[in-house]
């Protein structure tokens, strides 16, 4: 028997690998290879320059309008490098020049270049019968300033002229309308004064410039003006300015040259279009046959070669008149003037007679400044020129009080700088605020409504905000007769100035005291309810009617024995609104059912014909707010009254008074100093 075998021999090798496969180390795989390089990419571009602008500055008697035209040139969001100054000025009598000098010297490191061309003789043109007046040799002056900055923006290479100028449209036309026409202007020879900078240029050029012109009275507003500007890529372009009437810088229309009368040929003429445009119901950039004041010319553009201000065209035959030789010169270069209403762009004054004087300008601008408030922040001026502080006063009254709600710091600050403008001393009055008054209150001052009161429009009773605007004046009426006040005026904070209100207001009070009116109440603004008929005129006072229902508390004088009786009615117990309670007192009110609960009702009242402050917005009006209407029920807190939205009647302006019912006879003749114009969209 074969014998057994015995145990197995180990198998290294199977074993060697298994060990190997649990912990032996193989040779590492090779790396993958690395990715291809990325190209190099190449650095962007930079943005282009913004365009190259020279601003023409043409200045005559600017002392009043320099420092806020000023600060508006430099809130322009402009590149200041971009932007260079061409300044001239000459037949001063006022300091222009040394405040262009000033601003000058303080702003030209921040500018391109700066040339200044100041002429400080002659003071006047020798036709000239005052700073207002424009005999021919003034226009040809004006033409050969404007042809010289647009000579200088061209020979710099700019690539936009912003032109800017005095000039006084209403003045020239009267002047033109009645005076012959030069016959040779081309003969007239070039007297320009070129005088030598008084600023050393960095001597750059600027290889591409926009030349700009704006008048010096002109304020623009927007800072965004020069860039909304080039943006429309116009080569003429103007902004829309606002004015107090439908007056502004353009025309819509222009008189064919062949006309019955050869001096009205190229001049202003009315159109449909005009006021639709003026109002912002249409928007947009319009072609139209004028633009002056402000305006921006593209130099890039081929035709802009062709415009010339100086001399006229040779076919130029209308009136010899600066922005009409240049509207001619435009359309013979085929070039269309534009006018842009986009955006709001800022304001200019109303152009005055021939024969006002600088004092009547200086209060045009400021009435410009105190407008352009009542919506938008104060306009203010340069912070590198020195600005003589004002010296407000009192109009010649005993005191003069500004009743204000705490809470309203925005109406607070807007009329204290509207007043201060002005040269207008106040003192400031807490409101009663409505909002905030209490039943406890209330009783404890036994304030009850009069019986049967309701509001005329809404059949609403008595507001606590009604409440809070009467004890805000019956308080200043208490102050009156404490300091025995003989004369006071009193303002709300929610009105707009008359244009030279100080001037008017003064005035009426000069020729009331002259004849010795017994007076204790004149309403300064309101709005007049009995429109069927004329109020009477006051003998030997003009601009004076005695007042009839009227409404509102805007504005008014009051005098000590005034205040006593308003007092010594006792109104508290049968209160209704301040503005309906006057009219009870001076018995004009056309409910009797009131009446009688005032026995004594023989206040002599009386008014401003014309008024002479006004609401700064009214029902419907974008800004419009009534502290007294939006309030809650005198007696019930918990009842609001917010009628006015719907029933907003007695917040709405004057309706139109028919002609048989205007206070005609208390006004001057047109022929007046201070008639308005029948052309005032011009």
Same mark, same amino acid.
């Given at each position: 028997?074969?014998?057994?075998?015995?145990?197995?021999?180990?198998?290294?090798?199977?074993?060697?690998?298994?060990?190997?496969?649990?912990?032996?180390?193989?040779?590492?795989?090779?790396?993958?290879?690395?990715?291809?390089?990325?190209?190099?990419?190449?650095?962007?571009?930079?943005?282009?320059?913004?365009?190259?602008?020279?601003?023409?500055?043409?200045?005559?008697?600017?002392?009043?309008?320099?420092?806020?035209?000023?600060?508006?040139?430099?809130?322009?969001?402009?590149?200041?490098?971009?932007?260079?100054?061409?300044?001239?000025?000459?037949?001063?009598?006022?300091?222009?020049?040394?405040?262009?000098?000033?601003?000058?010297?303080?702003?030209?490191?921040?500018?391109?270049?700066?040339?200044?061309?100041?002429?400080?003789?002659?003071?006047?043109?020798?036709?000239?019968?005052?700073?207002?007046?424009?005999?021919?040799?003034?226009?040809?002056?004006?033409?050969?300033?404007?042809?010289?900055?647009?000579?200088?923006?061209?020979?710099?290479?700019?690539?936009?002229?912003?032109?800017?100028?005095?000039?006084?449209?209403?003045?020239?036309?009267?002047?033109?309308?009645?005076?012959?026409?030069?016959?040779?202007?081309?003969?007239?020879?070039?007297?320009?004064?070129?005088?030598?900078?008084?600023?050393?240029?960095?001597?750059?050029?600027?290889?591409?410039?926009?030349?700009?012109?704006?008048?010096?009275?002109?304020?623009?507003?927007?800072?965004?003006?020069?860039?909304?500007?080039?943006?429309?890529?116009?080569?003429?372009?103007?902004?829309?300015?606002?004015?107090?009437?439908?007056?502004?810088?353009?025309?819509?229309?222009?008189?064919?040259?062949?006309?019955?009368?050869?001096?009205?040929?190229?001049?202003?003429?009315?159109?449909?279009?005009?006021?639709?445009?003026?109002?912002?119901?249409?928007?947009?950039?319009?072609?139209?046959?004028?633009?002056?004041?402000?305006?921006?010319?593209?130099?890039?553009?081929?035709?802009?070669?062709?415009?010339?201000?100086?001399?006229?065209?040779?076919?130029?035959?209308?009136?010899?008149?600066?922005?009409?030789?240049?509207?001619?010169?435009?359309?013979?270069?085929?070039?269309?003037? +534009?006018?842009?209403?986009?955006?709001?762009?800022?304001?200019?004054?109303?152009?005055?007679?021939?024969?006002?004087?600088?004092?009547?300008?200086?209060?045009?601008?400021?009435?410009?400044?105190?407008?352009?408030?009542?919506?938008?922040?104060?306009?203010?001026?340069?912070?590198?020129?020195?600005?003589?502080?004002?010296?407000?006063?009192?109009?010649?009254?005993?005191?003069?009080?500004?009743?204000?709600?705490?809470?309203?710091?925005?109406?607070?600050?807007?009329?204290?700088?509207?007043?201060?403008?002005?040269?207008?001393?106040?003192?400031?009055?807490?409101?009663?605020?409505?909002?905030?008054?209490?039943?406890?209150?209330?009783?404890?001052?036994?304030?009850?409504?009069?019986?049967?009161?309701?509001?005329?429009?809404?059949?609403?009773?008595?507001?606590?905000?009604?409440?809070?605007? +009467?004890?805000?004046?019956?308080?200043?009426?208490?102050?009156?007769?404490?300091?025995?006040?003989?004369?006071?005026?009193?303002?709300?904070?929610?009105?707009?100035?008359?244009?030279?209100?100080?001037?008017?207001?003064?005035?009426?009070?000069?020729?009331?005291?002259?004849?010795?009116?017994?007076?204790?109440?004149?309403?300064?603004?309101?709005?007049?309810?009995?429109?069927?008929?004329?109020?009477?005129?006051?003998?030997?006072?003009?601009?004076?009617?005695?007042?009839?229902?009227?409404?509102?508390?805007?504005?008014?004088?009051?005098?000590?024995?005034?205040?006593?009786?308003?007092?010594?009615?006792?109104?508290?117990?049968?209160?209704?609104?301040?503005?309906?309670?006057?009219?009870?007192?001076?018995?004009?009110?056309?409910?009797?059912?009131?009446?009688?609960?005032?026995?004594?009702?023989?206040?002599?009242?009386?008014?401003?014909?014309?008024?002479?402050?006004?609401?700064?917005?009214?029902?419907?009006?974008?800004?419009?707010?009534?502290?007294?209407?939006?309030?809650?029920?005198?007696?019930?807190?918990?009842?609001?009254?917010?009628?006015?939205?719907?029933?907003?009647?007695?917040?709405?302006?004057?309706?139109?008074?028919?002609?048989?019912?205007?206070?005609?006879?208390?006004?001057?003749?047109?022929?007046?100093?201070?008639?308005?114009?029948?052309?005032?969209?011009?």
């Amino acid at each position: 028997m074969a014998a057994s075998a015995g145990p197995r021999a180990p198998r290294p090798l199977l074993l060697l690998l298994l060990l190997g496969g649990c912990g032996a180390s193989l040779p590492p795989e090779p790396p993958p290879p690395p990715p291809p390089s990325p190209e190099p990419q190449p650095l962007p571009e930079s943005a282009l320059l913004q365009p190259t602008v020279l601003l023409a500055i043409i200045a005559r008697n600017a002392a009043h309008t320099l420092p806020h035209f000023l600060g508006c040139i430099e809130r322009l969001r402009y590149p200041k490098s971009r932007i260079a100054l061409w300044v001239a000025t000459d037949h001063n009598v006022d300091n222009t020049t040394a405040i262009l000098r000033e601003w000058l010297k303080n702003v030209q490191n921040l500018y391109h270049d700066v040339e200044w061309r100041p002429m400080e003789e002659p003071q006047s043109y020798p036709e000239e019968f005052g700073p207002k007046h424009w005999p021919s040799s003034r226009f040809t002056h004006v033409m050969k300033l404007r042809q010289a900055a647009l000579r200088a923006a061209r020979e710099k290479w700019s690539d936009y002229i912003l032109v800017n100028t005095r000039f006084d449209l209403l003045t020239v036309l009267r002047q033109k309308l009645f005076a012959p026409l030069p016959q040779c202007w081309r003969n007239v020879p070039w007297s320009v004064r070129e005088t030598p900078h008084l600023f050393p240029s960095r001597n750059v050029p600027l290889t591409e410039m926009c030349p700009t012109f704006i008048d010096t009275d002109n304020l623009l507003t927007n800072p965004e003006t020069l860039n909304l500007l080039i943006a429309e890529n116009k080569t003429l372009v103007a902004p829309m300015l606002e004015s107090r009437s439908l007056y502004s810088n353009f025309w819509c229309g222009i008189t064919p040259q062949a006309t019955l009368s050869f001096c009205l040929q190229g001049y202003y003429k009315r159109t449909l279009d005009y006021p639709l445009i003026r109002e912002w119901k249409r928007t947009g950039c319009f072609a139209v046959p004028m633009i002056h004041s402000t305006f921006l010319i593209d130099l890039r553009k081929e035709a802009s070669t062709k415009l010339t201000f100086y001399p006229p065209h040779q076919d130029y035959t209308w009136s010899f008149d600066d922005i009409m030789v240049f509207a001619f010169s435009s359309r013979q270069a085929g070039i269309q003037m +534009f006018i842009c209403n986009r955006e709001h762009y800022g304001f200019l004054p109303m152009p005055l007679k021939s024969h006002q004087t600088l004092q009547e300008e200086t209060e045009n601008f400021v009435h410009t400044l105190i407008e352009a408030m009542i919506d938008r922040p104060p306009v203010e001026p340069s912070q590198f020129v020195s600005v003589p502080p004002k010296n407000p006063d009192k109009m010649g009254f005993d005191e003069i009080f500004m009743i204000n709600l705490k809470r309203r710091k925005d109406r607070r600050d807007r009329m204290l700088r509207t007043l201060y403008e002005q040269e207008i001393a106040v003192k400031i009055v807490e409101a009663v605020d409505g909002k905030a008054l209490n039943t406890s209150q209330l009783k404890a001052l036994s304030i009850d409504m009069l019986p049967g009161y309701r509001d005329p429009y809404s059949s609403r009773p008595l507001t606590r905000g009604e409440i809070g605007c +009467f004890l805000s004046h019956y308080y200043i009426w208490e102050e009156v007769v404490n300091r025995e006040l003989e004369k006071t005026l009193v303002i709300e904070d929610d009105v707009r100035f008359e244009h030279q209100f100080k001037r008017k207001l003064m005035k009426l009070m000069d020729d009331i005291e002259q004849a010795q009116l017994d007076w204790e109440l004149i309403y300064i603004g309101r709005k007049r309810m009995q429109v069927q008929e004329p109020e009477k005129a006051v003998p030997n006072v003009m601009n004076l009617v005695e007042a009839d229902y009227s409404y509102w508390t805007l504005g008014y004088a009051i005098s000590f024995q005034g205040a006593q009786k308003l007092i010594g009615a006792e109104p508290f117990g049968k209160m209704l609104p301040v503005d309906e309670f006057l009219p009870v007192m001076y018995n004009k009110h056309p409910v009797a059912k009131y009446m009688e609960y005032y026995e004594s009702r023989d206040l002599k009242a009386f008014s401003a014909e014309p008024l002479l402050v006004y609401p700064t917005h009214y029902t419907g009006q974008p800004g419009y707010l009534s502290d007294t209407e939006t309030s809650t029920i005198w007696d019930n807190e918990t009842v609001s009254t917010d009628w006015d939205r719907t029933h907003s009647w007695k917040s709405r302006q004057q309706g139109t008074i028919h002609s048989d019912a205007q206070n005609k006879d208390a006004l001057p003749s047109q022929s007046s100093l201070d008639a308005p114009s029948s052309r005032d969209e011009l």
